[in-house]
């Protein structure tokens, strides 16, 4: 393509439960301007719960067709189920000019085709010839891409029927035999194509040699947004959410008490995406920080609303927390071994372990003979416990949460003193805390059960009425 960025032509990423009120976002996205309907590609997710029914439920792991596959049980049913599922989503598009008779047929098309690729990776698993690792990994990887291509064929046959000239370009590749890699595939696609003068509808899936499921998993959607933007360089690439980038989560404060980013950089949104509350994906919006493209966050059903801008130098005039966020799915796992004390490279042999059981860690305190390291509950397993008990003195494994004060600039005095007496005055005790000198992020870790009203009380102290903490001259 071009290595200056084209103002005329945009990069959109419309999530899942978007997608599912597909009415709203051909009025307020994709028909809202009138000047702007052409020269716009869209990256578009699943429908909301069409990948958990594929793979597993993100959040409660309930097992989906993936694991019927991996386990050697009969999954020709659930496809069946599946499909069911995928035409009773049509149906509910119909008044939105989808033409149910040509969309029921790609249903039926690609259920099909994903039902022959399994029986043969089936066959191939019981041969014993070929990794199961790796076999698994590719039915993830067909199963996962069948709610990109529903939904993406879907927008297009329903913009044909607004009279909007509209070309579905399906990444997944189920109809050809190209070894391409993810970076390939979407190069040679988009070669030839008129962006200015159409709407282009992408997959979120794309299809690569290397695996797109293999590195990324379930955030392999803002992975394609990312490369489809670094290979058109829009002037900023826009993620359209169901929320507003706020300063907590409304479900938790209240949406009286949330209060709208307007900007913020792009070390904020790894931070965020440490927790688990994504505003992109940390390993797609790298390219994107790298190539200088922002990113800007809008809420779906309020389009004349300018969202968040994410940069790579913003840094906030005002010194102020920006966001306060966390989870109550993680664990805090603690070595104290009186040998530590004095001994270079103790902490080595504890990362070696946590290596060899793939396990990332959110946070990390240490004092002269403790080491505690916070992780997702998931990493949990019985076999990592023991081995750690076989290694050190005392091991220490306690459900935990973690909240966390983020902002552009926060790195003033007050700001943690406030933080600990707010939560002081909400009964809520810090176990654990850990800030690095770039002071983006403070993070605490506290019991789980203090979770809501820690981020209540840090959101109220340090957001809604952070009072006048400005660096003095």
């Known amino acids: 393509m071009t290595s200056s960025p084209q103002a005329q032509i945009s990069v959109e990423k419309i999530g899942g439960t978007s997608m599912s009120a597909f009415g709203d976002v051909l009025r307020h996205i994709m028909l809202y301007d009138k000047d702007r309907i052409y020269g716009r590609i869209y990256v578009v997710s699943a429908y909301s719960g069409v990948t958990n029914q594929l793979l597993e439920h993100k959040k409660t792991g309930e097992r989906g067709i993936y694991a019927l596959f991996a386990e050697g049980a009969d999954y020709h049913q659930a496809l069946g189920g599946l499909a069911a599922s995928l035409k009773k989503l049509n149906a509910g598009f119909a008044d939105l000019g989808l033409p149910l008779a040509i969309a029921e047929a790609f249903v039926d098309e690609r259920i099909a085709q994903a039902k022959k690729y399994l029986e043969a990776m089936h066959h191939v698993l019981a041969s014993g010839y070929i990794s199961r690792k790796d076999v698994l990994l590719a039915a993830r990887e067909v199963l996962a891409s069948i709610g990109e291509s529903h939904s993406a064929f879907n927008a297009v046959e329903i913009l044909k029927a607004n009279d909007v000239k509209a070309i579905l370009l399906d990444l997944a590749g189920f109809d050809d035999d190209y070894a391409w890699t993810i970076d390939e595939r979407i190069q040679k696609s988009f070669l030839g194509l008129d962006l200015a003068n159409n709407v282009i509808v992408a997959t979120g899936y794309t299809k690569g040699v290397e695996g797109i499921m293999r590195e990324f998993d379930r955030g392999y959607s803002e992975v394609t947004f990312s490369k489809i933007a670094v290979e058109v360089r829009p002037a900023e690439a826009v993620i359209h959410k169901e929320f507003h980038l706020s300063s907590a989560d409304p479900n938790l404060v209240g949406l009286e008490n949330a209060v709208i980013v307007g900007a913020t950089n792009y070390d904020v949104a790894d931070q965020l995406a440490d927790v688990g509350m994504e505003a992109i994906h940390p390993k797609a919006a790298k390219p994107m920080e790298l190539a200088g493209i922002p990113i800007r966050l809008k809420n779906t059903f309020e389009p004349e609303h300018p969202g968040t801008l994410i940069t790579k130098d913003y840094v906030g005039q005002r010194a102020r927390v920006e966001m306060v966020t966390g989870t109550d799915k993680v664990t805090l796992v603690e070595i104290h071994d009186p040998s530590m004390v004095g001994t270079v490279g103790f902490d080595y042999g504890l990362m070696e372990i946590f290596c060899k059981h793939e396990i990332s860690y959110i946070l990390k305190a240490t004092n002269a003979n403790s080491i505690a390291h916070l992780v997702w509950d998931s990493s949990v397993t019985t076999e990592l416990v023991e081995e750690l008990e076989a290694r050190y003195q005392v091991v220490t494994v306690k459900k935990s949460a ?68 400005v660096p003095k001259a």
């Not at 004060?405 to 939560?423: D, E, F, K, Y």
Request: net charge positive; hydrophobic share 50%; proline share 3%.
């Open 402 to 469: 973690i909240v966390c004060a983020i902002g552009s600039n926060i790195g003033i005095p007050g700001v943690l003193a406030r933080a600990a007496q707010a939560m002081a005055e909400a009964g809520v005790n810090v176990n654990c805390i850990s800030q690095t000198l770039r002071q983006v992020n403070m993070q605490f870790v506290i019991e789980r059960g203090d979770y809501k009203k820690a981020v209540i009380a840090l959101n109220q102290a340090l957001c809604v009425a952070p009072g006048t903490v």
